[in-house]
């Protein structure tokens, strides 16, 4: 295995359940289990029965973390991005707009230490610069660049 997979997922940074500090949860994984095959699916990786804070040093079990939201945050984020741009007038106005809610939602569930936030402020910025280009005006405030 290579130094990523045997390291701390840092890509899933959560915030902690017991002391409530941004993207100190990082995933325990058990043991590397024994591959009889050279194919790895996702559906055969274990995820992490276990959470590490490395603010206060609690262990929480998944069960008390936000895996669903995590879950159904990193269906829509790429899912958003793999759509497109559309080139109507005003889409780019409207992406932006959607992955600023995406990326507030990522925040205000599983942290802005998780890569789904990190995803969506990237398109967020994307679609912003897209709309410098274009129209004359844009309605965001500088506090949403950051």
Request: negative net charge; contains cysteine.
């Amino acid at each position: 295995q290579c130094a990523r997979c045997k390291g701390p997922d840092l890509s899933r940074k959560i915030r902690c359940p017991r002391c409530g500090v941004d993207g100190s949860c990082l995933p325990t994984y058990g043991e590397d289990p024994n591959w009889d095959t050279g194919m790895i699916t996702p559906q055969m990786l274990p995820d992490a029965e276990h959470w590490h804070c490395c603010s206060c040093s609690a262990n929480c079990p998944s069960a008390e973390m936000p895996l669903q939201e995590e879950s159904e945050l990193a269906r829509l984020v790429p899912g958003a991005m793999m759509q497109g741009r559309s080139e109507e007038p005003g889409s780019s106005c409207r992406e932006a707009t959607r992955f600023e809610q995406l990326r507030a939602r990522a925040a205000a569930s599983v942290g802005t230490g998780h890569w789904t936030h990190t995803l969506a402020g990237f398109a967020f910025l994307q679609r912003s610069l897209v709309q410098l280009k274009s129209d004359p005006v844009i309605l965001h405030t500088e506090a949403e660049f950051q």
